[in-house]
């Protein structure tokens, strides 16, 4: 099963100029919660999600309008491919840690997300012949990895730092 078979089509996507209120509503309207950033040539820059938003209007002293994406999105973006094998998808998403990736084509433009929704929804099912199907032990296997202990970092406010 190729990952083109499983993900959501045509993403919503920003501009690293696009004001974090804007991104809000963008995600609002399309029922999303990442959204890829893309510059010159519409080629993914990176990707804020809707936790960046969250965390950076309750960290810093700036309204929603003045912010913009730019300054909050993650840069090192790791994505897929459309022809790439959905069972390598996965494994991608447990290592990293990510709940989604960015699909992108040979030249670096966004064709659609794949997420974890997208791979439990498709798992099990038998449809695609000659291609061995997502089990919902990998399925699992991968969720645990995924979603395993995790501790946040801790920055140091000690007087003096």
Same mark, same amino acid.
């Given at each position: 099963?190729?990952?083109?078979?499983?993900?959501?089509?045509?993403?919503?996507?920003?501009?690293?100029?696009?004001?974090?209120?804007?991104?809000?509503?963008?995600?609002?309207?399309?029922?999303?919660?990442? *959204? @890829? %950033?893309?510059?010159?040539? +519409?080629?993914?820059? $990176? /990707?804020?999600?809707?936790? !960046? &938003?969250?965390?950076?209007?309750?960290?810093?002293?700036?309204?929603?309008?003045?912010?913009?994406?730019?300054?909050?999105?993650?840069?090192?973006?790791?994505?897929?491919?459309?022809?790439?094998?959905?069972?390598?998808?996965?494994?991608?998403?447990?290592?990293?840690?990510?709940?989604? *990736? @960015? %699909?992108?084509?040979?030249? +670096?433009?966004?064709? $659609? /997300?794949?997420?974890?929704? !997208? &791979?439990?929804?498709?798992?099990?099912?038998?449809?695609?012949?000659?291609?061995?199907?997502?089990?919902?032990?990998?399925?699992?296997?991968?969720?645990?990895?995924?979603?395993?202990?995790?501790?946040?970092?801790?920055?140091?406010?000690?007087?003096?730092?």
């Amino acid at each position: 099963m190729k990952v083109k078979d499983v993900m959501t089509q045509s993403a919503v996507c920003c501009t690293a100029g696009t004001n974090v209120g804007e991104a809000v509503e963008l995600m609002w309207v399309h029922n999303c919660g990442m *959204l @890829p %950033v893309t510059g010159t040539g +519409g080629k993914l820059e $990176g /990707i804020v999600t809707d936790r !960046d &938003i969250s965390i950076a209007l309750g960290t810093r002293n700036r309204l929603a309008g003045e912010l913009t994406v730019g300054e909050i999105a993650t840069k090192n973006v790791v994505t897929c491919k459309p022809e790439d094998e959905i069972h390598e998808a996965l494994q991608t998403m447990a290592k990293k840690q990510v709940r989604r *990736l @960015p %699909v992108v084509n040979e030249q +670096g433009v966004p064709q $659609g /997300i794949l997420s974890m929704d !997208d &791979i439990i929804t498709h798992g099990d099912l038998n449809k695609w012949q000659g291609c061995r199907e997502l089990s919902a032990e990998e399925i699992v296997r991968a969720l645990k990895r995924l979603y395993g202990q995790r501790k946040p970092a801790v920055r140091s406010h000690a007087a003096g730092t």
